[in-house]
T-cell receptor, first 114, second 113 residues
Framework: DAGITQSPRYKITETGRQVTLMCHQT?????MFWYRQDLGHGLRLIYYSAAADITDKGEVPDGYVVSRSKTENFPLTLESATRSQTSVYFC?????????????FGSGTQLSVL | DQQVKQNSPSLSVQEGRISILNCDYTNSMFDYFLWYKKYPAEGPTFLIS?????DKNEDGRFTVFLNKSAKHLSLHIVPSQPGDSAVYFCAASAYNAGNMLTFGGGTRLMVKP
């Protein structure tokens, strides 16, 4: 089905481990984003990408790495997970022209770092 | 320092009555505002938006009001329905900041039958 999908849905890991969260969209949207949702903070932008091979930092990029070799995929890697990275992670996408119009979000990945 | 604030973490309303969700912002460069709705275990979905050149935008039961001088916007839902029970996020963007969205902390709305 068309849309934006995230995997895994739930992930439990230990501090210091590397974790990769996957995001795939079928709309060929140029813009893709990674947000984390924490109580009291709402959604905070981690990284975004305006097109394949173009990525940029958001509000809270430390401890995260992204890549975008193909338009449809935008994986997020935690190189060495910390407890403070326990959160719900949302991937989003939107079409070219403007980055603020009507983001389409995935269902999220709930990550617990023990 | 949060540039977009939703000071009410939760709101409870009776079915059929009006729900008013509030949002304040501090960055005077914000020129576009959006509301997103989020159900449990789902991603947020776009609800309604407003440009800074307007002070009101309406879409069915949902109306967003913008008061630029007060740096305040509100979302009105009339009449409220139990299916409106969700978390509502206010978001804002500025053209000179690459149009990246800044979100508020969210307000959980509960509509009681």
């Amino acid at each position: 089905d068309a849309g934006i999908t995230q995997s895994p849905r739930y992930k439990i890991t230990e501090t210091g481990r590397q974790v990769t969260l996957m995001c795939h969209q079928t709309w060929s949207h140029s813009y893709m984003f990674w947000y984390r949702q924490d109580l009291g903070h709402g959604l905070r932008l981690i990284y975004y990408s305006a097109a394949a091979d173009i990525t940029d930092k958001g509000e809270v990029p430390d401890g995260y790495v992204v890549s975008r070799s193909k338009t449809e995929n935008f994986p997020l890697t935690l190189e060495s997970a910390t407890r403070s990275q326990t959160s719900v992670y949302f991937c989003a996408s939107t079409s070219a022209g403007t980055a603020n119009e009507k983001l389409f979000f995935g269902s999220g990945t709930q990550l617990s770092v023990l | 320092d949060q540039q977009v604030k939703q000071n009410s973490p939760s709101l409870s309303v009776q079915e059929g009555r009006i729900s008013i969700l509030n949002c304040d912002y501090t960055n005077s460069m914000f020129d576009y505002f959006l509301w997103y709705k989020k159900y449990p275990a789902e991603g947020p979905t776009f609800l309604i938006s407003i440009s800074s050149i307007k002070d009101k935008n309406e879409d069915g039961r949902f109306t967003v009001f913008l008061n630029k001088s007060a740096k305040h916007l509100s979302l009105h839902i009339v009449p409220s329905q139990p299916g409106d029970s969700a978390v509502y996020f206010c978001a804002a963007s500025a053209y000179n900041a690459g149009n990246m969205l800044t979100f508020g902390g969210g307000t959980r709305l509960m509509v009681k039958p």
